[in-house]
T-cell receptor, first 113, second 114 residues
Framework: DQQVKQNSPSLSVQEGRISILNCDYT??????FLWYKKYPAEGPTFLIS?????DKNEDGRFTVFLNKSAKHLSLHIVPSQPGDSAVYFC????????????FGTGTLLAVQP | DTGVSQNPRHKITKRGQNVTFRCDPI?????LYWYRQTLGQGPEFLTY????????KSRLLSDRFSAERPKGSFSTLEIQRTEQGDSAMYLC????????????FGAGTRLSVL
């Protein structure tokens, strides 16, 4: 049972436009949500997070929105840049003392120049 | 801050052989995690250490897998009698602050079992 789902395996966006990556989850006990970016041959790199008590968190070009009633979160990148091209993983934690992360399957973002 | 270091980066082995991977976390981080990632999937949790104590193991971690973190510093993950299904990227992550769940990942060890 996939507790964190990313239903879009890939997304292609023009440089300068907005990229919107989506994530759905099933476990209402999650209390933290994170986005990681992964380039080939590198480990995932933390991008931005949001606590379950908030509905928006912004950091520069990156904004994460959380809709708890829909169990849905999204990552907005504005404006998109070619260097943003990578695999983006949504992750959730909080269902236990270890704070281990439960990851989605990832979305490959391609930003076209 | 030198980041999380994993060695080796790549390991090719024959089915039935034992392999061992090493992870050096960020020095002040007391929490250490191992994950496994297969093609087309996100990382999946394997095990967690707080200092030297192994506090949680996933059902994915069969009896052939063992992990240690002596003295709460580096960690090793050993796979005995490797099988082709063990082929994957093994990722190590460390963290300090449990309140925000932010983990720092190494580049991983890619295991290929022939």
């Amino acid at each position: 049972d996939q507790q964190v789902k990313q239903n879009s395996p890939s997304l292609s966006v023009q440089e300068g436009r907005i990229s919107i990556l989506n994530c759905d989850y099933t476990n209402s006990m999650f209390d933290y949500f994170l986005w990681y970016k992964k380039y080939p041959a590198e480990g995932p790199t933390f991008l931005i997070s949001i606590s379950s008590i908030k509905d928006k968190n912004e950091d520069g070009r990156f904004t994460v929105f959380l809709n708890k009633s829909a169990k849905h979160l999204s990552l907005h990148i504005v404006p998109s840049q070619p260097g943003d091209s990578a695999v983006y993983f949504c992750a959730a934690s909080g269902s236990g003392a270890t704070n281990k992360l439960i990851f989605g399957t990832g979305t490959l973002l391609a930003v076209q120049p | 801050d030198t980041g999380v270091s994993q060695n080796p980066r790549h390991k090719i082995t024959k089915r039935g052989q034992n392999v061992t991977f090493r992870c050096d976390p960020i020095s002040e981080h007391n929490r250490l995690y191992w994950y496994r990632q297969t093609l087309g999937q996100g990382p999946e949790f394997l095990t967690y250490f707080q200092n030297e104590a192994q506090l949680e193991k996933s059902r994915l971690l069969s009896d052939r897998f063992s992990a240690e973190r002596p003295k709460g510093s580096f960690s090793t993950l050993e796979i005995q009698r490797t099988e082709q299904g063990d082929s994957a990227m093994y990722l190590c992550a460390s963290s300090l602050d449990p309140t925000v769940s932010k983990e720092y990942f190494g580049a991983g060890t890619r295991l290929s079992v022939l």
